[in-house]
C-alpha cells in the first residue's frame, strides 16, 4: 500500500491533534516496515516528523483552515497523489473533491454541542464535517461516546466507525517526587501543595466551577497551603478565565503557566497533589490518562467519554455542581489512604491503553479501506464489460 497522512497542522500548532499524528507516526515507523507511507507537511515545516525507510516527506501548498484549502488540495493531489491508496486526515476534514480514498479522525465534536465557543473561522472550518463523514470511506473515533455522537448527530453507519484508543506518551510515567517537586518549584515558582489542570484555558473546559470549587475550598475548607496550577494556551474566550480569578480573588493562589516541554509537564504531574479535569465534553480526555500514568490520582467529569477512559481509577464529578468538585478535590487533599488507592489504581487503568495497539489497528483499518476499494473497482470493471 502507499499511504498518504495529513501533517500540516504540526506546522501550526503541538498539542491536541499534532500530538495524535506524531504519536501515531512514531508507531507506524516501528510496527511497519513494508508499506509506502507519504508525510504530507506544511511547506515551512522542513524536518520530516518521522524518520524511517518506508516514510517520505512531502509538501502540500494548501493552507491549513483556509477557505481556498479545498481547491489548493483538488489540484495538488491531482498532481502528486494519483499512486496513493488512501489519504489519512487526521484533522477531521479531507479533500472533498479528490477521488482519493479517504480515512478521517473525528477526535470529538465539541464544535457542534458547544458552538457558541467557536471563533467565525474555525465555525466555517468544522461546518464540513456533514461533507467530509460522506466522503469518508472510514471514520476513526477515540472512544464509545464519540463513536455515538458521529452515528446519531451526522448519521453515520456503524459499521463505518471505528474505536480506537489513544495512549500517553510512553514518558508519561512516575519519577522521584522529591525531584520533580524541587524542579516545578524552582522552575514555575509552584508551592509544595497544588492542584493541576491541563488543557486550553477557554470556558468549554469548566474551568469557571474549578475556579468557583478552588475558592470554596479556600474559604469554606479553610485550605491555605495549596494552590491551583493551570497548563495550556490561551483559547476562545479565555478572558473570561483571567476575570473570574480577579473576581474570586485568587490572583495569588492560581497559577497560569502556558506551554510547558513535555518533560516539564511530566514533572507537573508527578509532583502535583492531583489533577483535576472538569471539562462539558471530550471525545476522549488525555490529560487524565497522563495523570494516571505519572501516579497522580484524577477527579474528572461524569460525563462523555471521561467515564469510559478512567474506569474505576478516578473520582468523577458533576461538572454543573462546583461543591461536589470541591469535595471531591477535599477528599484526595485529606485522605491518604483514598490518594494511594486511585494512585495504584490510576497505574494499572493506564496500562490498558497503548499506541503500539493504536497503530497496528490504524493499519488494519488502512488494509480494509484499500481491499474495499480494490473490490469496488473490480465489482464496477466486470459490471461493464459486455456480456
Not at 515507523?29 to 511547506?43: A, G, K, M, S, T
Not at 480577579?246 to 502556558?258: A, P, S
Request: aromatic share 10%.
Amino acid at each position: 500500500m502507499r499511504i498518504g497522512i495529513d501533517a500540516r497542522l504540526a506546522h501550526h500548532q503541538r498539542a491536541g491533534i499534532t500530538r495524535y499524528t506524531r504519536r501515531l507516526l512514531e508507531e507506524l515507523v516501528r510496527l511497519d516496515p513494508e508499506n509506502e507511507y507519504w508525510i504530507f507537511q506544511h511547506r515551512r515545516h522542513l524536518a520530516p516528523l518521522v524518520s524511517g525507510a518506508n516514510f517520505r516527506r512531502r509538501t502540500l501548498y494548501a493552507p491549513v483552515h483556509h477557505p481556498l484549502e479545498q481547491l489548493a488540495l483538488a489540484v495538488e493531489l491531482f498532481l502528486v497523489g494519483q499512486s496513493l491508496d488512501l489519504v489519512h486526515w487526521p484533522d477531521f476534514i479531507p479533500a472533498l473533491y479528490t477521488p482519493l480514498p479517504a480515512v478521517i479522525t473525528v477526535h470529538d465534536l465539541a464544535f457542534l454541542r458547544w458552538p457558541h465557543f467557536l471563533t467565525r473561522e474555525h465555525a466555517r472550518y468544522y461546518s464540513q464535517i456533514d461533507r467530509a463523514v460522506r466522503k469518508a470511506r472510514h471514520i476513526i473515533v477515540p472512544s464509545q461516546s464519540t463513536k455515538e455522537d458521529v452515528i446519531q448527530q451526522l448519521g453515520a453507519p456503524a459499521a463505518k466507525v471505528t474505536v480506537i484508543y489513544e495512549a500517553a506518551a510512553p514518558f508519561y510515567r512516575p519519577m522521584p517526587l522529591e525531584e520533580a517537586r524541587a524542579h516545578v518549584q524552582q522552575r514555575y515558582g509552584l508551592p509544595e501543595r497544588y492542584i493541576l489542570f491541563v488543557s486550553t484555558i477557554e470556558p468549554r473546559k469548566n474551568l469557571g466551577g474549578l475556579l468557583q470549587a478552588f475558592h470554596h475550598l479556600v474559604h469554606r475548607y479553610n485550605v491555605a497551603d495549596t494552590a491551583l496550577a493551570l497548563v495550556g494556551k490561551p483559547g476562545w474566550l479565555y478572558e473570561q478565565v483571567y476575570a473570574t480569578v480577579e473576581e474570586l480573588g485568587l490572583e495569588e493562589r492560581v497559577h497560569f503557566l502556558g506551554r510547558v516541554p513535555d518533560q516539564d509537564l511530566r514533572r507537573l504531574y508527578v509532583a502535583a497533589r492531583c489533577h483535576v479535569h472538569p471539562a462539558f465534553y471530550e471525545g476522549f480526555g488525555l490529560p487524565p490518562l497522563e495523570a494516571m500514568a505519572c501516579g497522580t490520582p484524577t477527579i474528572v467529569s461524569n460525563v462523555s467519554s471521561l467515564p469510559e477512559v478512567v474506569g474505576d481509577a478516578a473520582l468523577l464529578v458533576d461538572p454543573n455542581n462546583w461543591e461536589e468538585i470541591a469535595v471531591a478535590i477535599h477528599r484526595l487533599l485529606t485522605d491518604p489512604d483514598l490518594h494511594g488507592e486511585l494512585r495504584a489504581k490510576g497505574l494499572e487503568r493506564a496500562k490498558v491503553f497503548s499506541w503500539r495497539r493504536a497503530a497496528r489497528e490504524t493499519l488494519e483499518v488502512y488494509r480494509m479501506v484499500v481491499q474495499g476499494s480494490k473490490v469496488a473497482v473490480a465489482e464496477a470493471t466486470h459490471s461493464s464489460q459486455p456480456f
